[in-house]
């Protein structure tokens, strides 16, 4: 168990839709990123939050946002969802820029 | 731009067997290196990392791998293979930032380990 929490496992979802993933960093870390795994991608990082503040962008598409709250937590926001956006969804903490960062066990999205 | 290599998609090793899987990066300063591994349906758990000092570092489950600047490589070994090893490997790079530290991390695509009993 790495300490971060992402819920829920498993979404299944339509078309259009939107949905929240959630994520909770290890005590005390204060970063969080957030990645997203698919067969032809790979693993591809999203968005980086240290302690409130976005610091880093990926390939993270418009129709996708991040945020994370004063009590670290952070969620991901997919809206307008398509069939490609089927993927494994990993968020990860680590204390700061400087050190590992530990993965959740994900989040697998169905888009149907 | 930074990449990570795994030149190998598919590795299948005997039971006992030792193991190297091959990671090839580009990058131009020093950079922060680690492995991780997955197994079916899990998350990815860290099996070591190289930020500074010794290039040789050792990792949990009785990893460990070389830093090779020249090669710019950074291969995972063990030296006797347990069944429980089958999972999928990636050896990642972090984008160093110039304040210190790394904002990402940059993925290989992976390499799958088959363990014949």
């Known amino acids: 168990d790495s300490g971060v929490t992402q819920t829920p496992k498993h979404l299944i979802t339509a078309t259009g839709q939107r949905v929240t993933l959630r994520c909770s960093p290890r005590s005390g870390d204060l970063s969080v990123y957030w990645y997203q795994q698919s067969l032809d991608q790979g693993l591809q990082f999203l968005i980086q939050y240290y302690n409130g503040e976005e610091r880093a962008k990926g390939n993270i598409l418009e129709r996708f946002s991040a945020q994370q709250f004063p009590d670290l937590h952070s969620e991901l926001n997919l809206s307008s969802l398509e069939l490609g956006d089927s993927a494994l969804y990993f968020c990860?903490?680590?204390?700061?820029?400087?050190?590992?960062?530990?993965f959740g066990q994900g989040t697998r999205l169905t888009v149907v | 731009a930074q990449s990570v290599t795994q030149p190998d998609i598919h590795i299948t090793v005997s039971e006992g067997a030792s193991l190297e899987l091959r990671c090839n990066y580009s990058y131009g300063a020093t950079p922060y290196l680690f492995w991780y591994v997955q197994s079916p349906g899990q998350g990815l758990q860290l099996l070591l990392k190289y930020f500074s000092g010794d290039t040789l570092v050792q990792g949990i489950k009785g990893f460990e791998a070389e830093f090779k600047r020249s090669q710019s490589s950074f291969n995972l070994r063990k030296p006797s293979v347990h069944w429980s090893d089958a999972a999928e490997y990636f050896c990642?790079?972090?984008?160093?930032?110039?304040?210190?530290?790394?904002?990402?991390?940059?993925f290989g695509a992976g390499t799958r380990l088959a363990v014949h009993p």
């Open positions: 990642a790079v972090g984008q160093f930032l110039f304040s210190g530290g790394y904002n990402k991390l940059i």
């Open positions: 990860a903490s680590s204390v700061r820029a400087n050190t590992e960062a530990f």
